[in-house]
């Protein structure tokens, strides 16, 4: 079975930085759009951002200008790099990608990694 492992998470002080990887366990046929989502106890998961498979980018209002998502196709990979970060963005962060495994299923299927947790705190 396919996982997407995601890496990076931890404890940065407010106005630091941090980098957030995503690979999977296994490969896929085609995989469409990539994105970080993040949640915090009692709310629902909010998507942070997400990139296109040609690179089109969509950012939450609230990250815009301090989050940048990319990815490496080659490489199966997606990531988020963080700056600036507020105690507000503290969150368990996920990945997910939409994506099929064969050329004979048209269907593309939501993938979700376990969370990495990302505490911002002084």
């Known amino acids: 079975q396919v996982q997407l492992v995601e890496s990076g998470g931890g404890l940065v002080q407010p106005g630091g930085s941090l980098t957030l990887s995503c690979t999977s366990s296994?490969?896929?046929?085609?995989?469409?759009?990539m994105g970080w989502f993040r949640q915090t106890p009692g709310k629902e998961r909010e998507l942070v951002a997400d990139?296109?498979?040609?690179?089109?980018?969509n950012y939450a209002d609230s990250v815009k200008g301090r989050f940048t998502i990319s990815r490496d196709n080659a490489k199966n990979t997606v990531y988020l790099q963080m700056n600036s970060l507020k105690p507000e963005d503290t969150a368990v962060y996920y990945c997910?990608?939409?994506?099929?495994?064969?050329?004979?299923?048209?269907?593309?299927?939501?993938?979700w990694g376990q969370g990495t947790q990302v505490t911002v705190s002084s």
């Open positions: 997910n990608w939409k994506a099929r495994r064969s050329a004979y299923n048209p269907v593309f299927i939501n993938y």
């Open positions: 296994g490969s896929f046929y085609d995989i469409n759009v």
């Open positions: 990139i296109s498979r040609g690179g089109s980018t």
